[in-house]
């Protein structure tokens, strides 16, 4: 996850809030998987078992994997076509991964975050080259997937838009 955040910071100032949700979620999620002594527990078992007792971290995993999604697609966006700038990356990695669960407060902020993102050359420096973009898409990719099934095979698959 903290890969995720490195990501996101190098995509600069227009995504600090982007940043500081997805840390809250994160720390949601490992402060509850600790509180229940659960350390060796999978996350989904640690899920599972919040819900059982009445809790909701299923929603910060939920958005973590959303926004994860977003990620992966702009790093895959990026690697694919070395000659896209990271605006067309991120437009076409949000439209997939976001969007649909934004509602129309959340899609103009994200616009606006979106129109002003660093050049492609900046980003990457940050970012990493695209081999280590690369991956990175090849590590996160399947635990999105998984999370995203788990999700769904527990009917938390939310898809009203916020």
């Given at each position: 996850?903290?890969?995720?955040?490195?990501?996101?910071?190098?995509?600069?100032?227009?995504?600090?809030?982007?940043?500081?949700?997805?840390?809250?979620?994160?720390?949601?999620?490992?402060?509850?998987?600790?509180?229940?002594?659960?350390?060796?527990?999978?996350?989904?078992?640690a899920?599972?078992?919040?819900?059982?007792?009445?809790?909701?971290?299923?929603?910060?995993?939920?958005w973590?994997?959303?926004?994860?999604?977003?990620?992966?697609?702009?790093?895959g966006?990026?690697?694919?076509?070395?000659s896209?700038?990271?605006?067309?990356?991120?437009?076409?990695?949000?439209?997939?991964?976001?969007?649909?669960?934004?509602?129309?407060?959340?899609?103009?902020v994200?616009?606006?975050?979106?129109?002003?993102?660093?050049?492609?050359?900046?980003?990457c420096a940050?970012?990493?080259?695209e081999e280590?973009?690369?991956?990175?898409?090849?590590?996160?990719?399947?635990?999105?997937?998984?999370?995203?099934?788990f999700?769904?095979?527990?009917?938390?698959?939310?898809?009203?838009?916020?």
């Amino acid at each position: 996850m903290d890969a995720m955040l490195e990501v996101i910071a190098a995509l600069g100032f227009a995504f600090e809030l982007a940043k500081a949700d997805v840390s809250k979620n994160v720390r949601r999620i490992r402060d509850v998987v600790r509180a229940r002594g659960e350390a060796r527990a999978s996350l989904f078992e640690a899920i599972a078992r919040d819900r059982e007792a009445g809790g909701r971290v299923w929603v910060p995993a939920l958005w973590l994997r959303r926004f994860g999604g977003f990620v992966v697609g702009l790093l895959g966006e990026l690697t694919r076509d070395a000659s896209l700038d990271l605006r067309t990356c991120g437009a076409r990695s949000y439209e997939r991964a976001l969007k649909p669960y934004h509602g129309f407060a959340l899609r103009g902020v994200f616009a606006a975050a979106l129109a002003m993102p660093p050049s492609r050359a900046q980003f990457c420096a940050v970012a990493g080259s695209e081999e280590e973009m690369r991956a990175c898409v090849a590590k996160f990719a399947p635990v999105m997937d998984a999370l995203d099934g788990f999700l769904t095979a527990e009917g938390l698959n939310d898809p009203t838009p916020v």
